[in-house]
């Protein structure tokens, strides 16, 4: 049975950090494109990184680069995003998930639950 289990997230000031951590089961982590996604209040569901299962290239939303760094550990099976200079628009749901395929350009595949990350002072 394929779960994706977050954590890490929390409440931190504007200029602080993060790291989330996705534990993955039932498939390994290069079976597939995987990345972070997140959702604010009253926004589409958007994904700030991914990592291909391929060559393990990686792509960032625009709003985030610079700041977040996705990792993999296959032999742990997890990933991982460290979030830095986190600002008040970062606040959202943040999930773990796959592509539908090795590559980020593919379509959604399975989703964690999500853990809450809030930036606030």
């Known amino acids: 049975q394929v779960q994706l289990v977050e954590s890490g997230g929390g409440l931190v000031q504007p200029g602080g950090s993060l790291r989330l951590s996705c534990q993955a089961s039932?498939?390994?982590?290069?079976?597939?494109?995987m990345g972070w996604f997140r959702q604010a209040p009253g926004k589409e569901r958007e994904r700030v990184a991914c990592?291909?299962?391929?060559?393990?290239?990686?792509k960032y939303a625009d709003s985030v680069k610079g700041r977040f760094a996705v990792s993999r550990d296959k032999a742990k099976n997890t990933m991982a995003l460290q979030m830095n200079s986190l600002k008040p628009e970062d606040t959202a749901i943040y999930y773990c998930?796959?592509?539908?395929?090795?590559?980020?350009?593919?379509?959604?595949?399975?989703w964690g639950q999500g853990t809450q990350v809030s930036v606030s002072s």
């Open positions: 990592i291909s299962a391929t060559d393990g290239s990686i």
């Open positions: 998930g796959t592509q539908s395929g090795y590559y980020c350009e593919g379509g959604p595949g399975y």
């Open positions: 039932g498939f390994s982590v290069d079976r597939y494109a």
